[in-house]
């Protein structure tokens, strides 16, 4: 039994409570901290056109990019209290509160990003989902992402010793904020629409970032050296909160969770569409490029292993499925 028809058989008990509520159309509201011109942005732009379509137009779905409802952290709050229906959120905030999740970032975990779907589309990554619902009051739909994480940067990094006391920007969760403390670097949480201008003024030396993002906001034109070491992927996951769950119906429900989903396969399908494109133009640049493997970081490996492991026990079974999908 799939994760979703095990949510809904749990909460079928407080949706008949509901029952005279269900019929109702509902505008829905759906954060976003990408700006409006990114892949999750669009996709959720097309997940509402495609809702309301579906639903004859009883349902809207309202989009709010760029983190006009708040931070990731705020918009949870939000939507444990019903006040936000939906979000797609990176996984960072989820593994702040639930764990498990944290194993989504072992570093070297996936290959690629073709690698990394393969992996967000399994029954394994599927498990994480089932832990929202109780763990942080979400019911969680399925998965996107972006591409794999790179580091780019004002001075030159050849080695991970040239990352000792660099100020590097993160986006704010423990496993990461973890490994990049194993190198010995100082990391910075700060939202991606303030990395420009810190890039710019010298407030951080580096950031951890994707190739999309880099192009999209230009980050190359403020630090033109860039370590292509694809030592994690970045998932995204789409959310409902508990409480508007529990007042649709299951007609609505199914509907909200195969339209989603979709649209989330969308955006897993499109960074893999990309990817080798968005490299092959960021090494056109006129930009310092090192490459990176697993041994050039073996040292912070193990530590964030150290820390990780015994606080993530999915890390185990990711990692055999992940092994099972590698081609």
């Keep these: 039994m799939n994760h979703c028809k095990r949510l809904t058989l749990a909460l079928t ?9 269900n019929a109702q159309a509902r505008d829905f509201r759906l954060g976003l901290i990408t700006p409006a011109q990114h892949l999750w942005s669009t996709e959720a732009e097309a997940f509402a056109e495609t809702l ?11 989009v709010f990019p760029a983190q006009q409802l708040g931070n990731e952290a705020q918009m949870v709050q939000q939507l444990q209290s019903g006040a936000l229906d939906m979000a797609f959120l990176t996984i960072a905030e989820i593994s702040n509160r639930i764990p498990d999740f944290g194993a989504l970032y072992a570093p070297y975990l996936v290959d690629d990003v ?32 972006v591409g794999m994480r790179q580091v780019l940067s004002r001075d030159p990094i050849e080695s991970a010793d040239d990352l000792e006391g660099q100020r590097l920007r993160i986006t704010p969760f423990e496993p990461i904020r973890d490994f990049y403390t194993a190198t010995g670097a100082a990391p910075a949480p700060m939202p991606l629409l303030e990395v420009y201008d810190a890039l710019a003024n010298g407030q951080v030396d580096a950031i951890d970032m994707d190739f999309d993002s880099i192009l999209i906001l230009k980050f190359y034109e403020q630090a033109d050296n860039l370590l292509i070491s694809n030592h994690m992927m970045f998932p995204m996951v789409g959310v409902v909160s508990g409480r508007v769950w529990r007042e649709l119906s299951e007609e609505d429900r199914e509907l909200i969770d195969t339209t989603m989903a979709e649209h989330l396969e969308n955006v897993l399908a499109g960074f893999e569409e990309k990817d080798a494109a968005q490299e092959e133009e960021i090494r ?6 090192v490459e990176a493997d697993a041994e050039f970081f073996s040292d912070a490996i193990a530590e964030w292993e150290a820390i990780w492991a015994p606080r993530a026990p999915m890390l185990e079974t990711l990692r055999e499925e992940a092994e099972r999908l590698r081609e």
């Design 13 to 21: 008990a407080t949706a008949l409570a509901v029952t005279s509520f």
């Design 52 to 62: 309301n379509e579906r639903s004859g137009g009883e349902h809207s779905v309202s």
């Design 284 to 289: 056109a640049l006129d930009i310092n490029i």
């Design 114 to 145: 073709n690698h990394a779907a393969r992996l967000l589309r399994s029954d394994a990554a599927g498990e994480l989902l089932d832990l929202m619902p109780q763990g942080v009051g979400l019911v969680g739909v399925g998965y996107g992402m």
